[in-house]
């Protein structure tokens, strides 16, 4: 195992997993630490989910620290701190804090930060990160509940966060190629010990990439990772690059969808399978406070439900419908309430022989998860940007795809089956 990799959400995970298995490397996702007899002898890379990104720095910094000590007993001889590409912190941190922390772990030297990925509208030019073309401090980012992000300029936000000097390896170093960027960190790392990379397209995240994989520890989102398994193939630190899967052995069984999310994608894709006939329970927040609709009632549906179809039992709805149930519930009691139902949904699934299982939502999927005890999983194909199937390989056997709200196309609970077999 070469790579190890800390990811501070689970959804996050997920999506690095797939982008390191999409560019080769053979991949296996565990939520929080992994068992230390991990089997990772045809492994290249394990990423560890945390739910670290807004708690209290210090504790990040031990939950890293301590998955990073488990990566290394397995074999990482490199690691890689994963974050949001929309950099998701305040001045406390926790970037900074758990990037030096790392950093200090693997040894000292320096590393990069880099949250860019231009598929999917994050670029970084003179330090500064755009949202689709908005400046962070002037995307919704700016008004985010837990993180407002109000300035876009990334090498002031992160020299906030850290002791450590932070500079900015700027776009004509990358632009210029890898032996350029790569001169450019080593002349400036004598000084500055984390660097903002600039980053406009995918290319730049292969330059970075071919230039600086060498390092003990890099920081950023999954686009970064884009380059690291060709230039690990090149540095002979693999074998070879497997290719990702198209379809994925699944345990036969019956197949659901629990949607917690109420996205207007979610809210999307439950319509069109709404409209397509599958069978569907909307769970009602209030009804729940009142004790009128009881997991005991969810259940009893689930087994009149025919075996042979997918069923659907969800809980989105549209944001006035949401307000609502708030200003009654209180935001926290809402959504602890649904995630609580629906893992509770979700750990009587498996005695009703369903073996197939679609989550919309992070912190949905993140109930379901630590309902059902399938800590680690393998990754399979790719359903949709940023969404693959996945396999439990320790504990219960099932598989799921675990959909971050915002993501998938509309007919996503329709087609997603169609990569089983």
């Known amino acids: 195992m070469l790579l190890g990799c800390i990811a501070d959400d ?15 490397l053979r991949t296996v996702q565990s939520t929080g ?26 504790d990040a910094v031990t939950q890293s620290l301590d998955a990073a000590k488990v990566l290394r007993k397995l074999g990482a001889q490199r690691l890689f701190f994963k974050y949001c590409s929309t ?22 030297g320096a ?33 985010h509940p837990l993180t407002p992000m109000r300035d876009a300029n990334l090498v002031r936000v992160l020299q906030r966060q850290t002791a450590l000097p932070v500079g900015l390896l700027a776009y004509d170093a990358v632009e210029a190629g890898a032996d350029t960027l790569r001169a450019a960190f080593d002349q ?37 990772a884009m380059g690291l398994p060709a230039a690990y193939l090149d ?28 996205s207007a994608a979610t809210r999307g894709q439950v319509k069109a399978a709404i409209d397509a006939g599958v069978p569907h329970l909307r769970i009602d927040p209030l009804s729940v406070a009142d004790g009128v609709q009881t997991k005991d009632q969810a259940l009893q549906w689930i087994d009149a439900q025919p075996e042979d179809k997918p069923f659907l039992v969800y809980s989105s709805d549209d944001p006035d419908a949401v307000r609502q149930v708030q200003e009654r519930l209180g935001r926290d009691k809402a959504g ?11 750990a009587a699934l498996p005695e009703r022989g369903v073996t197939r299982l679609i989550v919309a939502g992070g912190e949905t999927s993140g109930a379901v998860v630590q309902a059902l005890g399938a800590d680690v999983l393998t990754i399979g194909p790719e359903i949709d940007p940023g969404v693959p199937w996945t396999r439990s390989i320790a504990g219960i056997d099932m598989a799921l795809a675990l959909k971050s709200g915002n993501f998938g196309a509309e007919d996503f609970f329709l087609k997603a089956w169609d990569r089983l077999s």
Do not use: W
């Open 10 to 24: 689970l959804t996050g995970a997920t999506d690095l997993a797939l982008m390191l298995t999409r560019e080769g």
């Open 33 to 58: 630490l992994p068992p230390a007899n991990l089997d990772v002898s045809e492994v290249d890379a394990v990423v560890v989910a945390l739910k670290s990104r807004t708690i209290v720095a210090a």
């Open 87 to 108: 950099f998701d912190s305040t001045d406390k941190g926790n970037i900074g804090p758990v990037a030096e922390a790392l950093l200090g772990f693997v040894g000292g």
């Open 111 to 143: 590393t990069i930060a880099c949250p860019a990925f231009p598929k999917a509208g994050r670029t970084i030019y003179a330090g500064n990160l755009f949202v689709n073309g908005v400046p962070l401090n002037e995307s919704p980012m700016k008004d």
């Open 188 to 224: 400036k790392s004598s000084s500055e010990k984390i660097f903002i990379v600039d980053a406009v397209a995918d290319v730049h995240l292969r330059t970075i990439g071919a230039a600086l994989a060498h390092l003990p520890l890099i920081t950023g989102g999954s686009g970064v």
């Open 235 to 262: 540095a002979s630190l693999i074998a070879k690059l497997t290719p990702p899967p198209t379809q994925m052995a699944a345990p036969k069984g019956r197949q659901a969808i629990l949607a917690g999310s109420c």
């Open 336 to 346: 602890t309430l649904i995630e609580h139902l629906l893992g509770e949904i979700a």
